[in-house]
Structure formats: structure tokens, C-alpha cells
Nanobody, 120 residues
Framework: QVQLVESGGGLVQAGGSLRLSCAASGSIFHISDMGWYRQVPGKQRELVAIITRGGSSNYADYVKGRFFISADNAKNTVYLQMNSLKSEDTAVYFC??????????????WGQGTQVTVSS
């Protein structure tokens, strides 16, 4: 079993910053990539940013230049630094980890989600 523990969400004023963290633990053999998604009620979950084990990253266009993803591979932890937050960034943010278990099976895990609310 793999557990993902997220932290760092909350309420912030527009223009402010927040940092999300997600730590993975459990039966992990090798992490392929880690990412952040977000979802608002009535809409599909969408990719915010993703980072590979090697450090390559990709961002959704609407967060480029404002959000920055990083990872501490030794700690199996991924971070999302969110700057210049806008009201439209309000959503539940989910951590996602794609990893190989000890049987070399690629599996996908999700965090419980953390609420980010940006007040205008």
C-alpha cells in the first residue's frame, strides 16, 4: 500500500502565495513522476503541473510563470509553489504519484485533496 499525505492548502487573498506538499510513503520501489491536479465542482479534474523523477516538468498554460513544481526524491515528496494566486485558482488540489511497485507494475495513486481558496 502507498499513502499520500498532502498539506499546505488554505485561504489566501488574490496575489498571495501558498505552498502545497505531498509526501508518499509505503510500498514504493521507484517513482516515475509526481504531479498536481485540481478540480472545481461540476468540472473534470485537470492537470496543473507534473515532474518526472529526472526533474523534467510541465505546466498547464494557465499557471505557467506563477506556479512551480519541485520534488525531493530522497523524501518521495513533491511541492507546488503557487504565486500570484487568482480567484480562478480556487479548487481542490490533488497530488498524484505514478510509481513502480516491487513487482514492476506501474500504479497510480491520489492524495485526499486539499482545498485552496483565493479571495478577491
Amino acid at each position: 500500500q502507498v499513502q499520500l499525505v498532502e498539506s499546505g492548502g488554505g485561504l489566501v487573498q488574490a496575489g498571495g502565495s501558498l505552498r502545497l506538499s505531498c509526501a508518499a510513503s509505503g510500498s514504493i520501489f521507484h517513482i516515475s513522476d509526481m504531479g498536481w491536479y485540481r478540480q472545481v465542482p461540476g468540472k473534470q479534474r485537470e492537470l496543473v503541473a507534473i515532474i518526472t523523477r529526472g526533474g523534467s516538468s510541465n505546466y498547464a498554460d494557465y499557471v505557467k510563470g506563477r506556479f512551480f513544481i519541485s520534488a525531493d526524491n530522497a523524501k518521495n515528496t513533491v511541492y507546488l509553489q503557487m504565486n500570484s494566486l487568482k480567484s480562478e485558482d480556487t479548487a481542490v488540489y490533488f497530488c498524484n504519484v505514478a510509481l513502480y511497485d516491487r513487482y514492476f507494475s506501474l500504479k497510480d495513486y491520489w492524495g485526499q485533496g486539499t482545498q485552496v481558496t483565493v479571495s478577491s
